[in-house]
């Protein structure tokens, strides 16, 4: 991908660095974390890079306290999707090519100065997107038997496996890990859910009782507990969870959004208006409405509703922090839509740009004639399908609301969770209308 990024044609629906990313990889990403869970963070190709590096350059340091938190990764997200947008990288190769490079240069950059998975956790604003979209998944990785692990006393899950120590010794110098415990600082006895679990596995080769698996979950479930988790805390008390999580759905909203006619015609008349003849500050300030300023007033026009009608002591802050959760599902399933909306209409599209780039590289078809004429679902067909995304997460962010209520409290949670249930309606309907209409086919001839 790299190589055709900067070396191939600098025409996207022709280049595989912008078909595989923005159409084929994304579309599987949503699928797989739907159906088998964090499967892409367990592949990812930037760990075997990181690990290749620490070889060479051990890490030295710990990650900061102040920066112990999601609040770098949601700026970077946030940044993702702006450039997403401003450098048009859905048709820009060698751009998608210079930010796969830069990906591996900050992985390689940080992990070879802080200890741990501190990219993985804290940075890559990917894993993020995997994090709490794997909430959903029917799969996690768990402990088999509780029992066993409460009689363990060597804890290598989290700690690692520790070459054995000669005997007889006096020497109390630490002993060289042979085999990594979990780097993201979730204790599996403890750990409840997906969340911050790249499906690396290293917890389950560490323990030496085979206790540790990939095992089914109900989706959804552990949005709706509240507690403090191994590696985590209490996510109803962790404001940067919460904007990860509001982050998350509206992002999905713009970014689907930024696709359709109207944004063309709100753009055209913010610059006639403001008088602006260029792109960047109109989409800043898009963004800025998109991101914070809607979210903000939505959110808090809720929470105010929903303190009005319990008379809650609470304050506005913990009710969003509270129910802000809620928003994973709708925000995943506008992914889904959106994602498989591009996968399934140009899903065949990858076989002739596979076959043009063989033959330019090697003079010769190898693969055959270059089958331009394949495409992929009919939009008819693919439109029920996002219809039905959409539901399924209107539907989980709905038994959400439901169940944070009845944490919350059990005498009115009927109250407390009429004004969540009045947004979710919202954002589907939002979402609804965004779909229905002509949307861009980016990276593929279908548009361009």
């Given at each position: 991908?790299?190589?055709?990024?900067?070396?191939?044609?600098?025409?996207?629906p022709?280049?595989?660095?912008?078909?595989l990313?923005?159409?084929?990889?994304?579309?599987?990403?949503?699928?797989?974390?739907l159906?088998a869970?964090?499967?892409?963070?367990m592949?990812?190709?930037?760990?075997?890079?990181?690990d290749?590096?620490?070889?060479?350059?051990?890490?030295?340091?710990?990650?900061?306290?102040?920066?112990?938190?999601?609040w770098?990764?949601?700026?970077?997200?946030?940044?993702v999707?702006?450039?997403?947008e401003?450098f048009?990288?859905w048709?820009?190769p060698?751009g998608?090519?210079?930010l796969?490079?830069?990906?591996?240069?900050?992985i390689v950059?940080?992990?070879?100065?802080?200890?741990?998975?501190?990219f993985?956790?804290?940075?890559?604003?990917?894993?993020?997107?995997?994090?709490?979209?794997?909430?959903l998944?029917p799969?996690?990785?768990a402990?088999?038997?509780?029992?066993?692990?409460?009689?363990?006393?060597t804890?290598?899950c989290?700690?690692?496996?520790?070459?054995?120590?000669?005997?007889?010794?006096?020497?109390f110098?630490?002993?060289?890990?042979?085999?990594?415990?979990?780097?993201?600082?979730?204790?599996?006895p403890?750990?409840?859910?997906?969340m911050?679990c790249t499906f690396?596995?290293?917890?389950?080769?560490?323990?030496?009782?085979?206790?540790?698996?990939i095992?089914s979950?109900?989706?959804a479930?552990?949005?709706?507990?509240?507690?403090?988790?191994?590696?985590?805390?209490a996510?109803?008390?962790?404001?940067?969870?919460?904007?990860?999580?509001?982050?998350?759905?509206?992002?999905?909203?713009?970014?689907?959004f930024?696709?359709?006619?109207?944004v063309?015609?709100?753009?055209?008349?913010?610059?006639?208006?403001?008088h602006?003849?260029?792109?960047?500050?109109?989409?800043t300030?898009?963004?800025?409405?998109?991101?914070?300023?809607i979210?903000?007033v939505?959110?808090?026009?809720t929470?105010?509703?929903?303190?009005?009608?319990?008379?809650?002591?609470?304050?506005?802050?913990?009710?969003?922090?509270?129910?802000?959760?809620s928003?994973?599902?709708?925000?995943?399933?506008?992914w889904?839509a959106?994602?498989?909306?591009?996968?399934?209409?140009?899903?065949?599209?990858?076989?002739?740009v596979?076959?043009?780039a063989?033959?330019s590289?090697?003079?010769?078809a190898y693969?055959?004639?270059?089958?331009w004429?394949?495409?992929?679902?009919?939009?008819?067909v693919?439109y029920?399908?996002?219809?039905?995304?959409?539901?399924l997460?209107?539907?989980?962010?709905?038994?959400?609301?439901?169940?944070?209520?009845?944490?919350?409290?059990q005498q009115?949670?009927?109250?407390m969770?009429?004004?969540?249930?009045?947004l979710?309606?919202?954002?589907?309907?939002?979402a609804?209308?965004?779909m229905?209409?002509?949307?861009?086919?980016?990276?593929t001839?279908?548009g361009?």
């Amino acid at each position: 991908m790299v190589a055709h990024a900067f070396g191939g044609p600098q025409w996207a629906p022709k280049n595989l660095a912008t078909l595989l990313t923005w159409v084929h990889f994304r579309g599987l990403v949503v699928l797989a974390l739907l159906f088998a869970g964090n499967l892409f963070c367990m592949a990812c190709p930037f760990v075997l890079v990181r690990d290749l590096a620490r070889r060479l350059h051990p890490p030295r340091w710990k990650w900061p306290k102040v920066l112990r938190n999601k609040w770098p990764a949601v700026f970077l997200f946030a940044t993702v999707l702006f450039s997403y947008e401003l450098f048009d990288l859905w048709s820009n190769p060698l751009g998608t090519g210079v930010l796969i490079v830069l990906y591996f240069v900050a992985i390689v950059v940080v992990d070879i100065s802080f200890e741990r998975a501190t990219f993985c956790k804290y940075v890559c604003p990917v894993g993020q997107f995997n994090f709490l979209s794997s909430l959903l998944s029917p799969w996690e990785v768990a402990v088999r038997d509780p029992d066993t692990c409460a009689n363990c006393r060597t804890k290598e899950c989290i700690l690692g496996t520790t070459a054995p120590r000669p005997e007889p010794s006096v020497d109390f110098q630490p002993l060289p890990i042979l085999q990594r415990g979990c780097e993201l600082g979730l204790y599996l006895p403890r750990k409840s859910g997906n969340m911050d679990c790249t499906f690396c596995l290293d917890c389950a080769a560490a323990c030496p009782h085979d206790n540790i698996g990939i095992l089914s979950q109900m989706p959804a479930e552990h949005l709706t507990t509240s507690g403090v988790r191994s590696g985590i805390g209490a996510p109803e008390r962790r404001r940067d969870l919460a904007a990860l999580s509001v982050l998350f759905c509206f992002g999905a909203i713009l970014n689907a959004f930024a696709m359709i006619q109207p944004v063309y015609a709100l753009e055209s008349y913010v610059a006639t208006w403001l008088h602006w003849n260029v792109e960047w500050p109109i989409l800043t300030l898009l963004f800025l409405f998109g991101l914070v300023i809607i979210p903000a007033v939505m959110l808090g026009t809720t929470a105010s509703v929903c303190k009005a009608l319990t008379h809650s002591p609470l304050h506005l802050s913990d009710i969003v922090c509270s129910y802000a959760r809620s928003l994973v599902p709708m925000g995943f399933g506008i992914w889904l839509a959106h994602y498989g909306f591009h996968f399934f209409t140009g899903i065949l599209t990858v076989i002739p740009v596979t076959q043009a780039a063989v033959a330019s590289t090697f003079g010769a078809a190898y693969l055959g004639r270059p089958a331009w004429q394949l495409g992929g679902l009919p939009e008819r067909v693919v439109y029920v399908l996002e219809l039905g995304f959409l539901g399924l997460g209107f539907i989980g962010s709905c038994l959400v609301v439901h169940g944070i209520s009845h944490q919350v409290s059990q005498q009115l949670a009927a109250k407390m969770g009429a004004p969540w249930y009045a947004l979710q309606v919202l954002l589907l309907l939002s979402a609804w209308w965004i779909m229905s209409q002509p949307m861009e086919m980016r990276g593929t001839f279908l548009g361009g």
